[in-house]
C-alpha cells in the first residue's frame, strides 16, 4: 500500500463504560518542523438506548449467534449515526476510524475483541474505515494494549504523563527516551455501576463518594490484587470487574456512598502510588473521570505532579481524537502501535482497512 493522502478524519470510541459513542472530526497535519497539529472541528456523543445498553453489557454470556449479529447490527448503528453527524455537519471527511466496543480481552489466550463491523459502517456511509485495531499485536504476541501512547507522543509531547479516566484508568509517559503505558486499575466502569443503583447514569462531580467513608476493609481487599504489583506491559478487561471487583461490592454491606468513597480512595491511591517515584512533571488528565472534581482533588492530595484538566472538547473526545490519528497513520503505512507498551516483539502498524480502492491498496 503506498501512501494516501488524509488530513480529515472521523474518529469513533465505545468505552467500557457504556456512556455512548464518541465521534470526533478531527484534522491532521505535519507542520514545518515535522510535528503533527490537530484539531477537533466538531464532536459529540451518541447516548446508548437502554436496549443497547443492556445488548452491550450482556453479550460475552450470549450465543455464537448474539456475538455475530450484534457485530453487524451495532456496525450498521455505528454508521447509521455517523452517517447523520456528517450530514448535520456538513462534513466531508475522507476517512473514517472507530476502535469499536469491546467485549473480550484476553490476550494472555491469544484475542481481544472489539465489535462494530467496519464494513457495515462502509456500507451505510461510503467512507473508508480502519477497524479492528488491537488484533495484528496480540497476535504478536502483545497486550493489544494501551493503543493511545502513540497520540500521546506525538501530539501531546508538551506533557510528561497522560492519563485517561475513562471505564479503566491508563497512563502514558516517557521515561529514558522510551514511551510507557499501562492499565492502572478500574475507574468509571465500577464507580458508575455503583452510580446506576441509585438511578443516576454517574456521579456527578463525585459528590456521593465525598459525603461517604473509606471502608479499611473494602480498600484493602481491593489493594491487595496481584495486578497491581505486575510490571507493564499490562492490561485490564471488563472481566476483571465482573470475576473481581463485582463481588466484592456486592458482598460488601456498607451503605452505597462508602463503597463509592472506597473506590475513589482506591482509583485515586494506584493511580499516584504508581508516579509518585518519578520527577515532577505535568500530568494532563482527560476521560469522563476527570469530570469528577472529588477524584481529580484526593489525587492531587496524594501526588505532588500538577494535574492538568483541559477543555470540555479534549477532556471527552481524547480517546477518539487519537483513533482517528490511529487511522490517519495506518493508511499511511506509519507505526502506530508501540512495542514498549503492548509488550510485542515489535512496533507495528495495525488496524483492518476496508473501502480503499484497489489502486491506492496496492503499488
Same mark, same amino acid.
Request: glycine share 8%; net charge negative; with cysteine.
Given at each position: 500500500?503506498?501512501?494516501?493522502?488524509?488530513?480529515? *478524519?472521523? &474518529?469513533?470510541?465505545?468505552?467500557?463504560?457504556?456512556? &455512548?459513542?464518541?465521534?470526533?472530526?478531527?484534522?491532521?497535519?505535519?507542520?514545518?518542523?515535522?510535528?503533527?497539529?490537530?484539531?477537533?472541528? *466538531?464532536?459529540?456523543?451518541?447516548?446508548?438506548?437502554?436496549?443497547?445498553? $443492556?445488548?452491550?453489557?450482556?453479550?460475552?454470556? &450470549?450465543? !455464537?449467534?448474539?456475538?455475530?449479529?450484534?457485530? +453487524?447490527?451495532?456496525?450498521?448503528?455505528? /454508521?447509521?449515526?455517523?452517517?447523520?453527524?456528517?450530514?448535520?455537519?456538513?462534513?466531508?471527511?475522507?476517512?473514517?476510524?472507530?476502535?469499536?466496543?469491546?467485549? #473480550?480481552?484476553?490476550? $494472555?489466550?491469544?484475542?481481544?475483541?472489539?465489535?462494530?463491523?467496519?464494513? !457495515?459502517?462502509?456500507?451505510?456511509?461510503?467512507?473508508? *474505515?480502519?477497524?479492528?485495531?488491537?488484533?495484528?499485536?496480540?497476535?504478536?504476541? /502483545?497486550?493489544? +494494549?494501551?493503543?493511545?501512547?502513540?497520540?500521546?507522543?506525538?501530539?501531546?509531547?508538551?506533557?510528561?504523563?497522560?492519563?485517561?479516566?475513562?471505564?479503566?484508568?491508563?497512563?502514558?509517559?516517557?521515561?529514558? &527516551?522510551?514511551?510507557?503505558?499501562?492499565?492502572?486499575?478500574?475507574?468509571?466502569?465500577?464507580?458508575?455501576?455503583?452510580?446506576?443503583?441509585?438511578?443516576?447514569?454517574?456521579?456527578?462531580? /463525585?459528590?456521593?463518594?465525598?459525603?461517604?467513608?473509606?471502608?479499611?476493609?473494602?480498600?484493602?481487599?481491593?489493594?491487595?490484587?496481584?495486578?497491581?504489583?505486575?510490571?507493564?506491559?499490562?492490561?485490564?478487561?471488563?472481566?476483571?470487574?465482573?470475576?473481581?471487583?463485582?463481588?466484592?461490592?456486592?458482598?460488601?454491606?456498607?451503605?452505597?456512598?462508602?463503597?463509592?468513597?472506597?473506590?475513589?480512595?482506591?482509583?485515586?491511591? $494506584?493511580?499516584?502510588?504508581?508516579?509518585?517515584?518519578?520527577?515532577?512533571?505535568?500530568?494532563?488528565?482527560?476521560?469522563?473521570? +476527570?469530570?469528577?472534581? #472529588?477524584?481529580?482533588?484526593?489525587?492531587?492530595?496524594?501526588?505532588?505532579?500538577?494535574?492538568? *484538566?483541559?477543555?470540555?472538547?479534549?477532556?471527552?473526545?481524547?480517546?477518539?481524537?487519537?483513533?482517528?490519528?490511529?487511522?490517519?497513520?495506518?493508511?499511511?503505512?506509519?507505526?502506530?502501535?508501540?512495542?514498549?507498551?503492548?509488550? +510485542?516483539?515489535?512496533?507495528?502498524?495495525? /488496524?483492518?482497512?476496508?473501502?480503499?480502492?484497489?489502486?491506492?491498496?496496492?503499488?
Amino acid at each position: 500500500m503506498r501512501s494516501l493522502e488524509v488530513s480529515s *478524519v472521523i &474518529g469513533l470510541m465505545s468505552g467500557t463504560s457504556l456512556d &455512548g459513542l464518541d465521534i470526533a472530526h478531527c484534522e491532521f497535519n505535519r507542520n514545518e518542523y515535522g510535528k503533527y497539529d490537530y484539531k477537533i472541528t *466538531v464532536a459529540e456523543t451518541v447516548p446508548y438506548s437502554e436496549e443497547w445498553k $443492556q445488548r452491550l453489557s450482556t453479550l460475552e454470556t &450470549g450465543s !455464537a449467534y448474539d456475538f455475530v449479529k450484534t457485530n +453487524a447490527d451495532l456496525g450498521k448503528y455505528i /454508521g447509521i449515526q455517523v452517517r447523520s453527524f456528517i450530514d448535520k455537519q456538513n462534513l466531508h471527511p475522507c476517512l473514517i476510524a472507530s476502535h469499536g466496543h469491546t467485549i #473480550f480481552h484476553q490476550p $494472555q489466550l491469544g484475542f481481544s475483541s472489539q465489535i462494530g463491523d467496519g464494513n !457495515a459502517i462502509l456500507a451505510q456511509t461510503g467512507i473508508p *474505515v480502519v477497524y479492528d485495531f488491537r488484533s495484528l499485536d496480540v497476535a504478536l504476541g /502483545g497486550q493489544g +494494549a494501551p493503543l493511545v501512547p502513540i497520540g500521546d507522543q506525538l501530539l501531546f509531547s508538551d506533557y510528561d504523563f497522560c492519563l485517561n479516566l475513562g471505564g479503566i484508568s491508563n497512563i502514558s509517559y516517557n521515561l529514558n &527516551g522510551r514511551r510507557l503505558a499501562y492499565d492502572i486499575s478500574l475507574c468509571n466502569m465500577p464507580l458508575n455501576y455503583l452510580a446506576r443503583q441509585t438511578g443516576a447514569e454517574y456521579d456527578r462531580d /463525585g459528590e456521593m463518594a465525598r459525603s461517604g467513608n473509606v471502608s479499611q476493609s473494602l480498600l484493602d481487599a481491593m489493594n491487595n490484587q496481584s495486578y497491581f504489583n505486575e510490571k507493564g506491559p499490562k492490561s485490564l478487561g471488563k472481566e476483571w470487574f465482573t470475576d473481581v471487583f463485582q463481588p466484592m461490592l456486592i458482598q460488601s454491606s456498607i451503605p452505597l456512598k462508602d463503597k463509592m468513597r472506597t473506590m475513589v480512595e482506591h482509583i485515586a491511591y $494506584q493511580i499516584t502510588r504508581d508516579v509518585e517515584q518519578l520527577s515532577k512533571g505535568k500530568m494532563l488528565i482527560t476521560g469522563g473521570g +476527570a469530570l469528577n472534581k #472529588f477524584l481529580v482533588e484526593r489525587m492531587q492530595q496524594l501526588t505532588h505532579h500538577e494535574l492538568h *484538566v483541559p477543555d470540555s472538547l479534549l477532556v471527552n473526545y481524547k480517546e477518539a481524537l487519537i483513533f482517528a490519528f490511529l487511522g490517519f497513520l495506518r493508511v499511511n503505512r506509519e507505526v502506530n502501535t508501540l512495542a514498549s507498551v503492548t509488550g +510485542a516483539p515489535e512496533d507495528s502498524c495495525s /488496524g483492518s482497512i476496508t473501502g480503499l480502492p484497489v489502486s491506492l491498496m496496492y503499488k
